[in-house]
């Protein structure tokens, strides 16, 4: 039985009569897919997903109950937002298989990072483009996506991006494309940081002599206390800090050595060095389409 057959009061408003296609069926699409039906803002029968094997295809049928093709362009007509899910490599190639395909109505939604909003309407021939970087944890429901659009897309076509967005976290609209690239090195790269410190605390738990299951069992609650009360409390990090740090304690020593260690520096050089990273992904993504 597929999911969410159930429409939900305010899938019943943005998406009310919405037919959603996903140009790419990966894991992305399938993380938006589960979101959307399994909060039952869309029935399954007004989605469809593309993907070149057969076996994927049935998957997805199998699943939630979907419209599934083998053809991007067969896909891409059939929806009001049309999705693109695809790997950045080949982003250049199915662009040339929708150039000049998509209606005034349609509005292209892409989430593959670097690729810019210029890029995307000269590739696709299309003014209607919604550019948005979501993270890892949409996988899970939990998920931050940035986004923005161009004046072409009208502020109900702006509700369906917002709900589809919605089913995978949280959602910020900006104004501005330059954040879009910036949240790329925050927030789309940013479980990057988080699990490579959680994996260097498990480490150190295991140095002291915790067996690895206890550590990581430790620091996964640890983190995930530590983000609960920080969103509930509505301090500054560094209040929230300093709550936790009495003098010539523990934590006083800990921060020292961190500080020390130039941990401060090395993040915000991680980020920058992130952010010049998607600046040149998308110079060269332009430059692919001329």
Same mark, same amino acid.
């Given at each position: 039985?597929?999911? @969410? ?22 894991? +992305?699409?399938?993380? +938006? ?5 399994? $909060? ?6 007004? /989605? !469809?997903?593309?993907?070149?094997? #057969?076996?994927?295809?049935? $998957?997805?049928?199998? $699943?939630?109950?979907?419209? %599934?093709?083998?053809?991007?362009? #067969? ?11 695809? =790997?950045?490599? !080949? ?13 005034? &109505?349609?509005?292209?939604? %892409?989430?593959?990072?670097?690729? @810019? ?5 000269? @590739? ?19 998920? +931050? %996506? !940035?986004?923005?659009? *161009? ?10 991006? &917002? ?14 494309? =330059?954040?879009?690239? +910036? ?8 479980? *990057? ?20 299951? /206890? ?9 995930? @206390? ?8 509505? =301090? ?23 500080? =020390?260690?130039?941990? &401060? ?13 998607? !600046?040149?992904?998308? &110079? ?7």
């Amino acid at each position: 039985m597929a999911e @969410g057959m159930d429409l939900a009061s305010d899938g019943r408003g943005a998406l009310a009569d919405a037919r959603l296609a996903f140009v790419g069926a990966g894991v +992305m699409a399938e993380s +938006m897919i589960a979101g959307l039906l399994a $909060r039952g803002m869309i029935s399954p029968d007004r /989605i !469809v997903a593309s993907h070149p094997r #057969e076996d994927r295809r049935q $998957r997805l049928v199998q $699943r939630f109950g979907i419209i %599934s093709v083998e053809g991007n362009r #067969e896909a891409a007509t059939q929806g009001d937002l049309v999705l693109l899910t695809v =790997k950045p490599q !080949v982003l250049s190639a199915v662009m040339r298989q929708l150039h000049g395909r998509l209606e005034p &109505r349609q509005v292209a939604v %892409s989430v593959i990072a670097g690729a @810019g909003i210029g890029t995307l309407s000269r @590739g696709l021939g299309h003014d209607a483009i919604a550019r948005v970087m979501p993270n890892t944890p949409a996988q899970v429901g939990q998920g +931050m %996506s !940035v986004w923005t659009s *161009t004046p072409d897309v009208d502020d109900g076509q702006r509700a369906r991006v &917002r709900a589809v967005l919605g089913a995978l976290g949280e959602e910020l609209w900006v104004e501005e494309e =330059k954040y879009v690239d +910036m949240a790329t090195a925050l927030s789309g790269t940013g479980p *990057t940081y988080v699990f490579l410190m959680m994996e260097a605390l498990i480490d150190a738990g295991v140095h002291m002599g915790f067996p690895r299951r /206890i550590a990581e069992q430790i620091v996964l609650q640890t983190v995930a @206390g530590s983000v609960a009360f920080a969103r509930d409390s509505g =301090k500054h990090m560094a209040e929230l800090r300093n709550m936790v740090t009495s003098p010539g304690g523990t934590s006083a020593e800990a921060i020292y050595q961190m500080e =020390k260690g130039g941990l &401060r520096t090395v993040l915000s050089r991680a980020v920058y060095a992130a952010y010049q990273r998607t !600046v040149a992904l998308g &110079r060269d993504e332009g430059e692919k389409v001329g």
